[in-house]
């Protein structure tokens, strides 16, 4: 009962250092736990895959550098994914880190390996300062908006991808990947409502709770919720990366938690009796 | 040479922030206020970049109605900053006010329909019957239950019909409802951040793509930070 007690009062160090070793060791010694692929990330893979020849879709990497732990390894498979199909993509975002993110991106990636050529079969018009009021002004007119591309610095119209991009009709799809506001509500106030452009969410878990109206609603087409979605993705287009070498660690930890909540339901219901429930 | 410098630099802002989780240290300070000054100024740069780029080529020069209305804005510009001079605060309020009333004006043009009708319909339109997919079914049924018995719980008038036994019944299936939601936010969570403590345990033990220098570089800091922070509690924070 002593036991229970100390573990009830606890330094939370010590889950902090346990959450350390839960993490780390997985990652030095792969489990190879096998990894179902689920609905959300079959849906995500579908729509991408059946996305019509010769559209133009929007990506927005919606995040800065503190949501790239989960979502990057999204990001990119589904730029990969993008650029092996003949779909045209123009990168854009309203989050200040956003550009950088994709900056990050292309360091790794090169759109060049899948013949896809800047300017003609995507663009990186970078960040746009100004949240919502920016994405309704995008909307209203694109090339007015951003005048120049974010690689380049050249005008937006010389290129020709951009031929026949003037407003939000012309645009066949929304990717938004995302940790929070500027994101889908924003996109939906100002994009998927008063233009009917469809859009697809990847996001961090804390937000999933939050998007699930608008899936059951079907405003928003697919969604490709944390880390074990994006490996559950990698492993569909075969290219597998940082999600799926971190699912192990991702089962160890939750494990670790599971475990830690059990022990504390047990230390507090033990306590509680012994001092005659009176606690 | 250079890629080293910033693979080091990078490992130990990563670990000196972690450096909270023993207690609040120095490091910590220096991360934190490092991080801050950096996105703060990578967000006024590109800011700035925008602007430029809509001067040069979007035609915010362009004498008439393009450079009057770049003029006003960078007048209100400049009004958000007499918020540090007591003496012509007022000033500040106007920006303020555009900036507060244009959002949401904008937001409100859609909300009506995207946040509230359209749910509206959704619920309406719940398939309580989908003979291919049972757990569906299921689903839908749960939700045509579920959410007005959450409406009605925020339902706060009435008193005594708050008293009879079925609405006790709503209660007791709302309560349930928002208890499973919370327990679902919290599993998220939990997910997300240790998502993130995985992506830096990723980039520390140098796993590809990260650059493999990275495991020294992490060792080498992980025993300087530690150590420094255990030396200065044996040895310093006792006299002090």
């Not at chain 2, 990563?14 to 000054?37: F, K, M, P, Q």
């Not at chain 2, 244009?102 to 619920?123: E, H, K, P, S």
């Amino acid at each position: 009962m002593a036991f229970l007690e100390k573990f009830m009062d606890m330094d939370r160090r010590w889950v902090y250092l346990l959450s350390w070793i839960f993490v780390l060791a997985p990652l030095l010694y792969p489990l190879g736990l096998p990894i179902p692929i689920n609905q959300e990330s079959i849906g995500w893979y579908n729509y991408i895959e059946n996305i019509p020849a010769g559209s133009t879709v929007i990506f927005a990497p919606m995040y800065g550098t503190s949501g790239i732990p989960e979502l990057f390894p999204m990001t990119v498979a589904t730029m990969r994914h993008l650029w092996s199909r003949p779909i045209k993509v123009i990168v854009v975002t309203f989050w200040t880190e956003g550009a950088l993110v994709f900056n990050i991106l292309l360091g790794q990636v090169d759109p060049t390996s899948y013949g896809k050529v800047y300017g003609t079969d995507w663009i990186h018009l970078g960040y746009i300062p100004g949240s919502e009021t920016a994405m309704a002004s995008f909307a209203r007119d694109i090339t007015g908006t951003v005048s120049a591309d974010f690689l380049r610095g050249q005008p937006t119209t010389s290129y020709p991808i951009m031929a026949n991009i003037r407003t939000a009709p012309d645009i066949d799809l929304i990717i938004s990947i995302e940790t929070g506001t500027p994101g889908y509500t924003e996109w939906l106030r100002q994009w998927q409502a008063p233009y009917a452009v469809p859009m697809i969410v990847g996001l961090i878990g804390v937000s999933v709770p939050g998007i699930a109206p608008y899936i059951q609603s079907g405003q928003v087409s697919a969604y490709l919720p944390g880390l074990t979605s994006s490996a559950e993705y990698e492993n569909l287009i075969h290219r597998p990366g940082l999600a799926v070498a971190g699912v192990d660690a991702v089962s160890m930890s939750h494990l670790m938690v599971v475990i830690l909540v059990v022990l504390g339901n047990i230390a507090y219901f033990a306590s509680r009796s012994s001092k005659g429930g009176k606690k | 040479m250079v890629d080293l410098l910033a693979i080091w630099t990078a490992v130990f802002f990563t670990l000196a922030i972690y450096s909270i989780l023993y207690r609040d240290t120095a490091w910590y300070r220096i991360a934190e206020s490092v991080y801050l000054g950096v996105a703060v100024g990578y967000g006024v740069s590109v800011d700035l970049l925008y602007v430029r780029n809509q001067w040069t080529t979007g035609g915010w020069s362009t004498p008439g109605v393009m450079l009057a209305g770049f003029a006003i804005a960078v007048i209100m510009g400049i009004l958000w900053y007499f918020r540090f001079i007591k003496q012509y605060f007022y000033l500040y309020r106007w920006p303020l006010s555009i900036i507060v009333g244009t959002g949401i004006g904008l937001a409100l043009r859609a909300v009506i329909f995207v946040q509230f009708r359209d749910m509206i319909v959704a619920q309406v339109r719940l398939n309580l019957w989908v003979p291919t997919n049972m757990l569906t079914t299921f689903n839908n049924i749960l939700l045509f239950i579920m959410v007005p018995c959450v409406l009605l719980y925020f339902w706060f008038t009435g008193a005594k019909i708050r008293e009879t036994a079925p609405m006790k019944v709503v209660d007791k299936i709302a309560r349930y409802t928002m208890m499973a939601g919370f327990g679902s936010a919290f599993g998220y969570t939990i997910l997300t951040r240790f998502s993130m403590f995985i992506g830096r345990a990723q980039f520390l033990l140098g796993i590809t793509p990260n650059p493999p220098e990275n495991r020294t570089a992490f060792i080498v800091l992980a025993l300087l930070i530690l150590g420094s922070m255990i030396v200065y509690d044996l040895f310093f924070k006792k006299k002090s």
